[in-house]
């Protein structure tokens, strides 16, 4: 039984306001520790976050040059340019105008349709990438969106608390959520790489973000739920410092 008292939520009044929120506690953790490490998710969710961290950047002189990040996932079988690979996203909606380098960020590597049936074991891409978030000393802070079917990262519902980067296969309300930005259901990738859901719960500080009205019933459940496979954000509840940040639509 996990404790739900640590699950700590905060409502705002406008999404813009919460984005800010957690904008100013990166900021005094870059300017606290110039290489402090981020875990990050992509997609609409951290889209303003984003953008006033590079705004910070850019008018007040936020330096992210010695900063390091991890991303939650990416998706197996594109390339890293591909328009709707995750590194790609990445780059250009935080690490090109935070002026982040490229070499401070660490991605699974999903080269060769890493674990895949019959894929190459000559090294195990996901241990590596393990290995480079410990090496780096852990994540200082990671931000997090809930997927329709309570997905972190892609934890997909059946996720174990003591899941680590692996390869998964796509939930269909995943893959049909990604259709619109590829053109089609069936370009859709079918499998990913993510992080775990044990990786996650590594992180020093966890910082999940829900925005609007379809995120309303996602809110309730995780906050509602206890250690429930079937409701991967639910198994977020016992992390020490742990908070939600919904907008007034999301929190209903
Ligand atoms: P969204 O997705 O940010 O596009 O709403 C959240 C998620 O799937 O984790």
């Known amino acids: 039984m996990h404790d739900l008292r640590s699950m ?16 100013v506690e990166v900021a005094e953790l870059v300017r606290v520790r110039p290489d402090a490490v981020l875990g990050l998710a992509t997609g609409n969710t951290p889209t303003g976050l984003y953008r006033e961290l590079a705004r910070m950047h850019r008018d007040e002189g936020l330096d992210f040059a010695s900063v390091r990040t991890f991303n939650l996932d ?8 591909h328009p709707r ?12 105008p935070a002026g982040i380098p490229a070499a401070n960020t660490g991605f699974p590597d999903v080269g ?12 195990d891409p996901c241990a590596d990438f393990e290995r480079a978030i410990r090496d780096a000393g852990g994540i200082d802070l990671l931000v997090l969106g809930i997927g329709r079917n309570g ?12 899941s680590r980067t692996r390869r998964v296969e796509l939930h269909p309300w995943t893959r049909a959520d990604a259709a619109a930005a590829f053109g089609g259901l069936d370009r859709v990738p079918t499998h990913a790489i993510t992080m775990g859901i044990a990786t996650i719960l590594e992180a020093r500080r966890l910082r999940v973000l829900a925005f609007g009205p379809e995120k309303r019933a996602l809110v309730a459940r995780t906050l509602a739920a206890t250690a429930d496979p079937d409701w991967p954000a639910s198994q977020l509840h016992g992390h020490p410092d742990l908070r939600l940040l919904v907008d007034r639509s999301a929190a209903g």
Do not use: K
């Open 8 to 23: 700590e939520c905060r409502v705002f009044g406008t999404r813009t306001q919460a984005e800010r929120e957690l904008a």
């Open 74 to 81: 990416e998706y197996c079988g594109l390339t890293p340019d």
């Open 112 to 123: 060769e349709n890493v674990g895949a049936p019959g894929a190459s074991d000559r090294i």
């Open 85 to 96: 690979a995750f590194r790609r996203w990445m780059r250009e909606h935080f690490f090109d």
């Open 151 to 162: 997905h972190v990262a892609f934890n997909e519902p059946g996720s174990e608390r003591a």
